[in-house]
């Protein structure tokens, strides 16, 4: 059987974050092979992650990243099963770094497929299953891209936002930033009133009719009341529309415009731990 040393346990730990026992199982099982002993430890997290399949995993990180010219940004949820893990040092680090590979990637498949430091993302969720002994998935992937990114991570890595701005222009990146926080604050259903699927909007109207006829309004009168509570409905629920979070006076649509007169929202993306 092959000596393992100290040294080559520690290499394997640094590579895979797996316990120093757990390494030094793994390499003498693979008599000191490196690359088979990686592979005996992302085995044993598929063993982990075939036991704890229908585990919940609703803790987890959610971080937010932009390209360094500010056009692209992404949003991954890397989720496990406890606060515990989602708070550990290690696990926002490994989320982090997760996140700086998405930035590349414009679906889920094609970043789940991506390399992370030898090996497919995919298997290196599966990985740390058996090293973490938790579930660990991708529970939210999103890409915006922009004249602006905008981007923010609420304290705790809980809820994360991006937002795009349609120009560069002196104060984007504050704006960019403020819009984002009202995005994560306020969670809104959609952009504007065009954004809101029109499912929704029947539904809001049948709503407020049958509220109508509880307080027995007129029949005749039930659309345009329907229409006015709607109004209402997109002012709460659309970005642009929603009162502005730092100062309630104005709209977010008009806080962007006291930036900059031409400048407009023009998407934003929202991902939460549910």
């Not at 704890?52 to 940004?73: F, H, K, L, Q, Y």
Request: with cysteine.
């Amino acid at each position: 059987m092959s000596k393992i040393s100290a040294a080559d346990v520690n290499k394997l730990r640094k590579a895979t974050g797996a316990g120093m026992m757990d390494c030094k199982k793994a390499l003498v099982e693979a008599e000191g092979d490196f690359d088979t002993a990686v592979e005996v430890l992302r085995k044993k997290g598929q063993k982990v992650a075939a036991n704890r399949a229908d585990r919940d995993s609703s803790e987890g990180a959610v971080i937010a990243r932009v390209s360094d010219d500010a056009t692209v940004g992404v949003i991954v949820s890397v989720n496990c099963e406890t606060d515990f893990v989602a708070k550990n040092e290690s696990y926002v680090t490994l989320s982090n770094q997760l996140a700086d590979v998405a930035l590349a990637h414009d679906s889920l498949d094609s970043f789940l497929a991506a390399d992370f430091n030898g090996m497919s993302v995919a298997d290196k969720l599966t990985e740390q299953t058996g090293v973490i002994g938790e579930k660990i998935e991708i529970g939210g992937f999103e890409r915006l891209e922009g004249a602006f990114i905008g981007s923010y991570i609420h304290a705790g890595n809980k809820i994360a936002t991006l937002t795009s701005l349609s120009a560069v222009v002196d104060g984007a990146a504050e704006a960019a930033k403020n819009v984002a926080m009202q995005a994560a604050a306020m969670n809104p259903i959609a952009l504007n009133e065009e954004g809101v699927d029109a499912a929704t909007v029947e539904k809001e109207i049948e709503i407020a009719k049958d509220q109508l006829r509880q307080e027995g309004k007129p029949e005749a009168m039930l659309d345009n009341i329907a229409k006015g509570k709607l109004k209402r409905f997109f002012k709460d629920n659309t970005l642009v529309n929603q009162a502005y979070i730092k100062d309630g006076k104005q709209s977010v649509s008009d806080y962007v415009k006291s930036v900059d007169a031409e400048l407009t929202i023009t998407g934003f993306k929202r991902v939460a731990l549910v």
